[in-house]
């Protein structure tokens, strides 16, 4: 049934148990009409995929979704709601999760783990809301890892240099090699919570003309080739 209705574009899951779901691997792979999830007890009026608290998505999970423009992360804190009912700490989006998802516009992503090359190829992402949590290797460039080694086969066209806008709230708190590597970023404020930085994070940003740094540390190489940065405050 849920993969039925999958194929018409919308999932509906009705029952509590959402709140200890996890997808599996590649559980929607090519379901190309779906651009709708919600669970019981959501904000329905929030368009997309609105996936509930603390959610594990495996690798894959929504490999080639077209339709999908729009994803929702929340998350609640166990410790302040032990009646949850919750398992997970926070979400997790395991590696390549939403790899070719070529419709998605926004991410909103409240707390958790975004895994390697999990945005992979959704080459039409406008904005991206981090709210805290931990940024791995890639997760949104255009260079992909296979077999342990870095590869940037993927053409320019591929580069997800409509992403103007990125959001990183105080909370966010580790950010990997490469994490927004070749994206079209304008302009950034970078925060102080963050205490792992990657190298490369910002590599190839040639859009991003203004920075506002409140971090003490900068990372290795990283705002290498944003050769039109004007602005760097800190």
Request: overall charge negative; glycine content about 6%.
């Amino acid at each position: 049934l849920v993969l039925f209705l999958a194929q018409l574009g919308v999932v509906w899951f009705l029952s509590a148990r959402i709140y200890k779901l996890s997808f599996g691997v590649a559980t929607f792979e090519s379901c190309e009409s779906l651009k709708t999830l919600d669970y019981e007890g959501c904000d329905e009026s929030i368009e997309g995929m609105n996936f509930s608290p603390n959610v594990t998505i495996g690798a894959f999970a929504f490999l080639s979704c077209p339709a999908i423009e729009k994803t929702r992360f929340n998350h609640v804190d166990i410790a302040e709601n032990p009646d949850s009912g919750l398992t997970n700490t926070a979400t997790t989006v395991d590696n390549r999760a939403f790899q070719h998802c070529t419709g998605m516009k926004t991410v909103y992503f409240e707390d958790g783990t975004i895994g390697v090359n999990a945005f992979l190829d959704c080459r039409n992402l406008e904005e991206v809301e981090i709210l805290a949590g931990t940024i791995q290797n890639l997760a949104f460039s255009y260079y992909y890892v296979a077999s342990n080694n870095w590869h940037n086969s993927y053409s320019n066209d591929y580069r997800m240099n409509k992403l103007s806008k990125v959001i990183l709230h105080e909370g966010v708190e580790s950010i990997a090699d490469y994490a927004f590597e070749g994206c079209g970023i304008t302009e950034l404020v970078f925060p102080e919570s963050v205490t792992t930085l990657g190298a490369y994070i910002f590599y190839n940003n040639d859009k991003l003309t203004k920075v506002e740094y409140n971090n003490a540390v900068i990372g290795q190489r990283m705002f290498d080739n944003c050769d039109i940065l004007s602005t760097f405050e800190y």
